[in-house]
Every structure is written in C-alpha cells, then in structure tokens.
C-alpha cells in the first residue's frame, strides 16, 4: 500500500465533508445562535480542516505520484475514508448531547453514511433541526459516494482514478459512460441531484415543509430512510408516500439507465435484463401478497403492501405499517427481497439483482451442462456472454456474504442473548443497508437497546454491505498494508 497516497487523498474526504457541515450548521445557527448544537458543528468543522490541513502537509505528494495507486490503494482509499468519516460524522452528533455515548454516536453515523437508516434514537423529534439535517444529509452523502464526489468536483487522478470509482461502485461492475472517469461521476451526480430535486418539488407540493421535504428526499435518493418524525412516513398522507414510493423505485434502479432515459433513450430500461428482474420481481411480490390478502391486517393494506415491498426490495427501510405482525410467510418473504437488493449501481444494497440474475443463470446452466456434458454453454446478461472471472468472483461474493450474514446473527445471539428473528434478521439488514428487521429490530423498534460489541458488529456489517464487503474485508489482511 502507498501510504502517504492513500492519507492524502483521505484528507481531501475530509475537506469535503467539513464543507458541507456548514449547511446543518446554518440551520443550527437560524434556531438558535447560542446553542450547543452550534458550537459542535462548528467545533466539527474545525476539527475537519485540521486533519485536513495536517494530513496534506505531512503526506504531500507530487500529482504525478498519483499514477501510482493500484487497486489495493483504491480499495483501502475507499474503505478507510469511510471509517475516518463515520469517526468524524459521530462528532456533532456526540458534541451536541444529543446521543449518549460515543459508540452510540457512531452508529449513527455508521448507519447515516452507509445509507442503512437503522437508528438508536427512540425520540427523533426532540433532536434540533441542525442534528436531524446532518442525520439525513449523511445518507445523501453515502448514497452519492465521497470518492464520487471528489472525482466529480476535485482534479483528477489521472488513468488510477478509474480504480477508485471501481472500488466505490458495486462488486466492480461500474462501468464508463464517458471516456474519462471525471466526467462518468460528474454524470452520476447530475441525475443524482436531478432526481433529489424533483422529489423536494413535488414533496413540497404535498404540503410538507421545505426541511421535512429535504430530509426525507435525502433518504428516498439514497435509499437510507432517516426521518425527522418518530412514525417515519407514516406521519405523512398518501400523496406523500406515494411520492416517496416512486423515488424509492427510482433509487433501486441502475442510475446508467435513467442517464439514457434522460438522453431520449427510455428503451434501455426494457433492454436490461436486470431491470426486468428487478420489476417483475417487485411485481409478483405485490400481487402475491395483496391478492392472497396475506397484508390483510394494515391500515391500507394495498398500499401498505406496496410501500414496504418497494421499501425493503430497494434496502431503503421507510415503513409505513409494522409488517412484524403480518403472517410468517410474507415476513420470511420480505427477508428475501431484503437479501436480493436493488440494481447493480443503483443507491440500494443487498446482494444485487444483477448477482442474482447471473448466479440463477449459472446453477441453471450447470443443471443442463449435467444433462449435456459436452455442450458449451456461456452464461450470458443482455445477450452478451460473461467472462469466467466475473462469474467465478459472484460465488466467492455469495460465500461471503452468507458467511458474514451468519457470523452476524451468531455474534447478536451471544452478545445479547436475542431470538434468532432478532439475530438474524439484524444481521441481514445491517448487511444489506436496511434498517429494519423483525423482531425486537422491527418497524416498531429500534437498535438503542443492543449492546456496545453487538453494535460494533453491526457496525462492520454495514460497512461491509455497503461498500460490497472488498473494501472494507482487505483491511484486515495484513498484506495490504505492505507497500
């Protein structure tokens, strides 16, 4: 690993971040000028830009050195900036009171930045607008993506920038919409920006408040699910949920494709073969479970049923009924919609719809390569055939994330003691970058209760769900700290 590149462009994560502080610090400051809460923002921002400044000094570099970076660099780039700014996003929240302890702070952080939405907050709406605006602006951030977003806005790193937005996106399946990496990630923030901006408009024409509208959109693009109300969306009407499903939609969907919509070309949703897995899927499950009745004790059960497949398929948490009390059969579904995930570079988690796609091809193909032994039969996605190297890495991609799901739910049974509902669905949702599970973890809980080592396991699923388990795994074998 080349050290002094790596801090050094952790730094500039910093410099960023500290930047967009200033946005929850004007809201702090417009409540109250006084405030604790002000005094940790700014407090925060100062701490920022002294790593900041510090780090660039002690690490300097000349931007040709740049060139240098491999993909062990990217993948430690991306992991420890995720890490440090998880550390540095815990600081308001610790400075200003609002959770108890530091470890607490961190999970909501943890949660924030990797777009999971599970809190430990049991009463949201005593917090400040200041700390409730950086809560839901984490997730925006996450969602994103600060490698992204220093690609976009920042000098480039040359042709070794391609190997950090590879090791940012998912399971390395990004792929260059325009000839330089600078211009892809400027392109991926643009529809990302275009799609927060119509939903705070048309959020807005709901009837919601400009800040409710803008927390909430931060949670709907980013697939995160941070509220500013304890009942989540279902303190809200129809019209805005119906809003927030759509965008959630959106969300889980290959950000690629809505760049060809945008560009007159809508036929490239119906093209992808993961788009179409990825709809119908959604499709079944709703009329599978509205038609048999199986949600038949919501409030709106059409609706209800609708909202919390969209929610849970896209991992963005929102709930608007508590689907823990609806039959063993449709929560043992949900799991598995949680665990099939939105699309491959969308802002959603799980295990992807693309995976899923190319592994039911591969056990299908090995089923009639047994029945046809000589038979050459190539697994292929969109009409096109997939190297070996892809297929074999989706295997070695499952086993690590089942492996990880069970540790999991292992850990969270000896640490505190839970059922394994608990335990277990926990551990998916954390991994997957849900937010809620079943149990004691369900829509009408919430993580305060676990312990500190059943948190810091939580913790390391989240990060390693979503930053598609490499990045976050490497860090742990001692070869990659070797230059």
């Known amino acids: 690993m080349h050290k002094r590149l790596v801090f050094s462009t952790i730094s500039r994560m910093f410099l960023i971040v500290s930047l967009f502080l200033l946005a929850p610090l004007a809201w702090a400051w417009s409540d109250d000028p006084s405030s604790l809460e002000v005094r940790a923002f700014l407090l925060t921002i100062i701490v920022g830009l002294v790593i900041s400044f510090l780090s660039r000094r002690l690490f300097r570099f000349k931007k040709e050195e740049y060139q240098k970076l491999n993909a062990k660099d990217g993948l430690a780039i991306?992991?420890?900036?995720?890490?440090?700014?998880?550390?540095?996003?815990?600081?308001?929240?610790y400075f200003s009171g609002s959770v108890e302890g530091f470890t607490d702070a961190f999970f909501e952080a943890v949660s924030g930045f990797t777009t999971t939405g599970a809190t430990i907050i049991t009463n949201v709406e005593r917090l400040p607008r200041g700390v409730l605006f950086w809560r839901s602006l984490t997730q925006w951030l996450g969602g994103m993506g600060i490698i992204v977003l220093d690609l976009a806005v920042l000098p480039a790193y040359g042709q070794s920038s391609f190997r950090l937005f590879k090791a940012e996106f998912f399971g390395?399946?990004?792929?260059?919409?325009?000839?330089?990496?600078?211009?892809?990630?400027?392109?991926?923030?643009?529809?990302?920006?275009?799609?927060?901006?119509?939903?705070?408009?048309?959020?807005?024409?709901?009837?919601?408040?400009?800040?409710?509208?803008l927390c909430h959109t931060f949670g709907t693009v980013a697939t995160g699910a941070f509220s500013t109300r304890n009942a989540g969306i279902g303190a809200f009407g129809s019209y805005v949920q119906w809003v927030i499903l759509v965008f959630m939609f959106l969300a889980g969907t290959n950000?690629?494709?809505?760049?060809?919509?945008?560009?007159?070309?809508?036929?490239?949703?119906?093209?992808?073969?993961?788009?179409?897995?990825?709809?119908?899927?959604?499709?079944?499950?709703?009329?599978?479970?509205?038609?048999?009745?199986?949600?038949?004790?919501?409030?709106?059960?059409?609706?209800?049923?609708?909202?919390?497949?969209?929610?849970?398929?896209?991992?963005?948490?929102?709930?608007?009924?508590?689907?823990?009390?609806?039959?063993?059969?449709?929560?043992?579904?949900?799991l598995l919609l949680m665990f099939f995930g939105a699309c491959s570079g969308s802002m959603g988690g799980g295990f992807k719809m693309g995976r899923v796609v190319l592994a039911a091809k591969m056990a299908?193909?090995?089923?009639?390569?047994?029945?046809?032994?000589?038979?050459?039969?190539?697994?292929?996605?969109?009409?096109?055939?997939?190297?070996?190297?892809?297929?074999?890495?989706?295997?070695?991609?499952?086993?690590?994330?089942?492996?990880?799901?069970?540790?999991?739910?292992?850990?969270?049974?000896?640490?505190?003691?839970c059922d394994l509902e608990t335990a277990f669905s926990a551990s998916l949702s954390s991994l997957s970058n849900v937010g809620p599970g079943l149990a004691k973890v369900g829509a009408a809980h919430n993580y305060a209760w676990i312990s500190v080592p059943g948190k810091w396991m939580l913790m390391l699923l989240m990060l390693a769900g979503r930053l598609e388990l490499y990045s976050i795994l490497i860090l742990l074998v001692p070869a990659a700290w070797r230059k």
């Open 78 to 93: 991306v992991g420890l900036s995720w890490i440090g700014l998880s550390f540095f996003g815990a600081l308001p929240l």
């Open 172 to 213: 390395g399946t990004a792929e260059r919409i325009q000839p330089s990496v600078k211009e892809t990630a400027k392109i991926f923030g643009a529809v990302y920006c275009v799609l927060s901006l119509a939903e705070i408009g048309l959020l807005m024409l709901g009837r919601m408040s400009f800040f409710d509208a």
């Open 255 to 334: 950000f690629m494709l809505h760049f060809c919509a945008f560009r007159g070309e809508f036929k490239a949703y119906l093209k992808c073969e993961e788009f179409r897995v990825y709809a119908g899927v959604t499709l079944v499950a709703i009329l599978t479970f509205v038609v048999l009745g199986f949600a038949g004790g919501a409030a709106y059960p059409v609706r209800d049923t609708v909202f919390q497949v969209v929610s849970l398929l896209t991992t963005t948490g929102f709930t608007t009924a508590d689907f823990d009390r609806w039959p063993v059969f449709v929560k043992f579904s949900l």
């Open 364 to 417: 299908w193909g090995s089923l009639t390569q047994a029945l046809f032994p000589n038979a050459v039969l190539p697994v292929k996605i969109d009409g096109k055939p997939v190297l070996p190297h892809l297929t074999s890495g989706i295997l070695a991609h499952f086993f690590i994330f089942v492996f990880l799901f069970f540790l999991g739910g292992l850990m969270l049974t000896i640490t505190d003691q």
